[in-house]
Nanobody, 124 residues
């Protein structure tokens, strides 16, 4: 059971990036998925999550209207589309998943399976 995140990079302020997280060894059906980010020396924080239920995805306030989380269970992947990027979005981004969560959570403690991080750098 593994997650792998990729798609980070360097982009100018106002630009876009797409992060993808793929699952191996299991299907994402019935799993909540989340994207998180972390600056060096700071706590990991939730950015977006999706429950795979009828609930709508949830987003951290500063990314609402700019980031979109989507999933393709058949492809075992979750994507974070990031538009209108700002320098303060610079961080290492992680994906995570948890089974049978119900409504998804933006709190890292609620997730037990994590992918490796991918660096996103937004230049001003």
């Amino acid at each position: 059971v593994q997650l792998q995140a990729f798609g980070g990079g360097l982009v100018q302020s106002g630009g876009s990036l797409r992060l993808t997280c793929t699952a191996s060894g299991f299907s994402l059906d019935g799993y909540a998925v989340g994207w998180f980010r972390q600056d060096p020396g700071k706590e990991r924080k939730g950015v977006a999550c999706d429950s795979n239920l009828k609930d709508r995805p949830d987003y951290e306030e500063s990314v609402k209207g700019r980031f979109t989380i989507s999933r393709d269970n058949a492809k075992r992947s979750v994507t974070l589309h990031m538009d209108s990027l700002r320098p303060e979005d610079t961080a290492v981004y992680f994906c995570a998943t948890e089974r049978h969560m119900g409504p998804c959570s933006l709190r890292p403690i609620h997730y037990s399976t994590w992918g490796q991080g991918t660096q996103v750098t937004v230049s001003s």
